[in-house]
């Protein structure tokens, strides 16, 4: 692991958010604190999530309703990286979408062609859908089993999304069940694969060596960073522990106990230029 003072030199910040910076409804000690000063300095921070059943005004809601300043800018969604990948590689198909109105909205928003008839379909892309029917079970089912070479695209791998009671099945599980209906799986664009980091670098103007990517999930929010080839710090405010990292394959460049470490070591070392 590297030197945590080292984390000064970053200057884009992708973070994960559940976990990272809040728990619940409960936003944790020096989050705003911490954010501001990556701006003052001349930094970005940019939350990235792989929950596409929301729309980056969704969040830009729910983060300012916590007290938290943010533009839409400082959000990016499995659901714009899905479309980010569909504009690259499937330009001007026609995209069956299994996902949440605000999910469609967001892929028209970026240029997709969305269209909810199994007729003109071109493409499938399937996210995790709070307002799933059965009939959108049918149709990507039949669309993968009659237009055998559509290309099959999901917004993200996870297996459940939690709840205040539990998990309730995500979008890897709704995949799943049409897995065993088509036989088909399809490509997943959000973390742990590397798209949502590619792009995001990208976009932001900074370069991977200034990038770190912050989350407490190991399999998904380091995962991610690793298999981009950018540094990742794990926080262990959320999910992961040092046991399991000690456990993991998967090894953070940095290790904190939560944002408020992070942000005592950027004031510390005068982080920025």
Do not use: W
């Not at 030197?3 to 409804?25: C, H, P, Q, V, W």
């Not at 995962?223 to 090894?251: F, Q, R």
Request: proline share 3%.
């Amino acid at each position: 692991m590297l030197d945590k003072s080292l984390i000064k030199n970053k200057r884009l910040f992708l973070l994960d958010m559940d976990g990272t910076i809040y728990e619940g409804a409960r936003l944790f000690p020096y989050v705003n604190e911490f954010l501001e000063h990556i701006e003052k300095n001349g930094g970005r921070y940019i939350f990235i999530t792989n929950n596409s059943s929301r729309s980056v005004k969704d969040y830009v809601v729910k983060l300012s309703n916590m007290g938290v300043k943010v533009t839409e800018d400082n959000f990016f969604t499995s659901s714009q990286a899905t479309a980010l990948y569909l504009n690259e590689h499937h330009k001007n198909k026609r995209i069956y979408c299994l996902g949440t109105r605000s999910m469609i909205n967001e892929m028209k928003k970026m240029g997709v062609s969305v269209t909810n008839s199994t007729e003109d379909a071109e493409c499938v892309a399937v996210g995790y859908d709070t307002e799933l029917t059965y009939q959108k079970l049918i149709d990507v089912s039949y669309l993968l089993q009659t237009k055998k070479d559509i290309p099959y695209i999901a917004t993200n791998p996870d297996r459940g999304c939690p709840t205040e009671f539990g998990l309730v099945p995500d979008c890897f599980a709704i995949c799943e069940a049409i897995n065993y209906a088509a036989h088909r799986r399809p490509l997943y664009i959000g973390k742990p694969d590397k798209f949502m980091i590619d792009y995001a670098v990208q976009m932001s103007g900074f370069t991977k060596a200034q990038t770190v990517v912050i989350g407490d999930r190991l399999y998904t929010d380091i995962a991610s960073g690793v298999n981009a080839g950018v540094d990742t710090a794990c926080v262990l405010s959320g999910e992961s522990s040092k046991e399991d990292i000690d456990a993991s394959e998967v090894k953070p460049a940095f290790v904190f106990e939560d944002i408020k470490e992070i942000y005592s070591i950027l004031q510390e070392n005068k982080y920025g230029i």
